[in-house]
């Protein structure tokens, strides 16, 4: 099992900045890549960002291109997500994953470990 917790959410203004952490534990040498989604009031959960464990590719979605930076310090098995120019729409509760699966894995039944959530919320 793999233990995943977040936190470094909160309210900001338009166009701030956030960075959230995702620490993992337990039997983190199965995981091949750690993800950040995003579930919106009323939609889908979100592919956001994904980095991999073993070389450290990173893929972003396009609507975060430019503005998010995934990245991770392997020696504290912990993954960032760093926010900036943040808009309204970005308002969601941000969920941390792992998964097992090889490549760049970016659906949610990809991945197997999932975080508590921690709630981003950028005002106008």
């Known amino acids: 099992q793999v233990q995943l917790v977040e936190s470094g959410g909160g309210l900001v203004q338009a166009g701030g900045s956030l960075r959230l952490s995702c620490a993992a534990s337990?039997?983190?040498?199965?995981?091949?890549?750690m993800g950040w989604f995003r579930q919106a009031p009323g939609k889908e959960r979100e592919f956001v960002a994904v980095?991999?464990?073993?070389?450290?590719?990173?893929y972003l979605a396009d609507s975060v291109k430019g503005r998010f930076t995934i990245s991770g310090d392997n020696a504290k098995n912990t993954v960032y997500l760093q926010m900036n120019n943040l808009k309204p729409e970005d308002t969601a509760v941000y969920y941390c994953?792992?998964?097992?699966?090889?490549?760049?894995?970016?659906?949610?039944?990809?991945?197997?470990?999932w975080g508590q959530g921690t709630q981003v919320t950028v005002s106008s």
């Open positions: 994953a792992a998964t097992r699966k090889l490549g760049a894995p970016m659906g949610t039944y990809d991945y197997q470990y």
């Open positions: 337990g039997d983190i040498i199965c995981i091949s890549a």
């Open positions: 980095i991999m464990w073993s070389g450290g590719n990173t």
